[in-house]
């Protein structure tokens, strides 16, 4: 398997990873479910105000990757109001790779309001594998990709009823610079076409959510539509994305948790092909480089058991399957790529649910791939 023996050398590292918390007073932060606060003004005794947690581990798209994130919590004004969150990253890697992420999360006007802000710097090397959905995992032209990214989701279930409340409507915007040089190579695959530029893009999304926690779910359901416009007016490209997201979560015995997700994706057309529909390797089809597989039209599945442990440890097991096609009757007739994995979580808020995680997949029944991320996949 490629890079086997370095994949498990450094996974053991990572799953040892030490994390960091605090709070206001000595006492641990509530276990149960979101902080519970006043009407008037929030009861932040035993509110966890910040989380941190090195990086350091292995994956196929980075190799070992080492820095740090920080987590920081800002309670709510009313009794059963969800927290404001400011997530921020840094990592580098021995294939000098280089990115730095802050996402605020933010809920306004009695969560009636909410939303994302995504600010993200690359300085990054990665592999084009082709376009289709039978590409060779070590057949791939390498790059140097320099991008700056900005995307920010406003959504809001205002002027509903009480009995839409789950309902919620929305705006996208999608603004990325990319800059790419691609490497020497003399094999079969072909290179994309003018990779440089702006992508610039507006677009609306649609939600049905009845999770009872946005990030560890144990009940209810998420169905997201959203479709992007890409005009070169704005930027360099004209095209549209469209998604798909539909997720389902329940119980099962032992206080096991399970998810069930499906995502259609479709890109249509002037499309860089950084933009064309496939998995991202971390949420969607973990253990694999992004968008290992690519095309105009994308399905992924997955199946994941949830079990929290003791202490603040967590850990999963899943499967997942991933086609991609050039239209839909194409995608449909497309054989799956398969992959199935484990992993182990820890709590960085345990009244927020949320946890990073670490990750195998054995991919295609060949390939050992691993991942690290601070939410859950889906």
Known sequence: MRRLA???????????????SATDSAAAPASSATIQADTASADTSHFQWWSAV???????????????????????????????????AAYGSTRKQFQFAATPYFYLAHDRISGWLDFRYQNWVGHFFGIGNDVDIDDYISFDRETFFFMALVES?????????????????????????????????????????WRTALGYHLTVDTRDN??????????????????DALGDFSFTYQELDLRTYGETIWNTSMAV???????????????????????RFRGVETKYFRDNQALMMQVELRKTLFWRLAGD???????????????LRNEWHRSVGFGGKFALNKSERLYARAEF???????????????EAF
């Open 6 to 20: 370095k994949t498990i050398a450094a996974a053991s590292i990572l799953l040892a990873m030490p994390a960091f």
């Open 54 to 88: 090195p990086v350091l581990g292995y994956t196929e798209e980075t190799e070992l990757q080492y820095g740090a994130m920080v987590n920081f919590f800002i309670p709510s004004s009313f009794k059963g109001g969800n927290s404001q969150e400011i997530d921020i």
């Open 157 to 197: 279930n205002l002027g509903l009823p009480p009995a839409l409340q789950f309902f919620r409507y929305g705006m996208v915007l999608d603004i990325n610079h990319s800059t790419m040089e691609f490497r020497e190579y003399d094999g079969e695959i072909a290179l994309p076409a003018n990779p440089d530029g």
């Open 214 to 231: 946005p990030n560890w779910a144990r009940h209810g359901m998420y169905l997201q539509w959203e479709h992007r416009f890409y005009n």
């Open 261 to 283: 997700g499906l995502m259609w994706q479709r890109s249509d057309g002037d499309v860089p092909f950084e933009y064309m529909a496939g998995p991202d390797g971390i949420k």
């Open 317 to 331: 097991i899943f499967f997942e399957g991933g086609k991609v096609g050039p239209y839909f009757s194409q995608l």
């Open 361 to 375: 997949s054995w991919v295609d029944f060949k390939s050992l791939g691993m991942t690290f991320y601070f939410r």
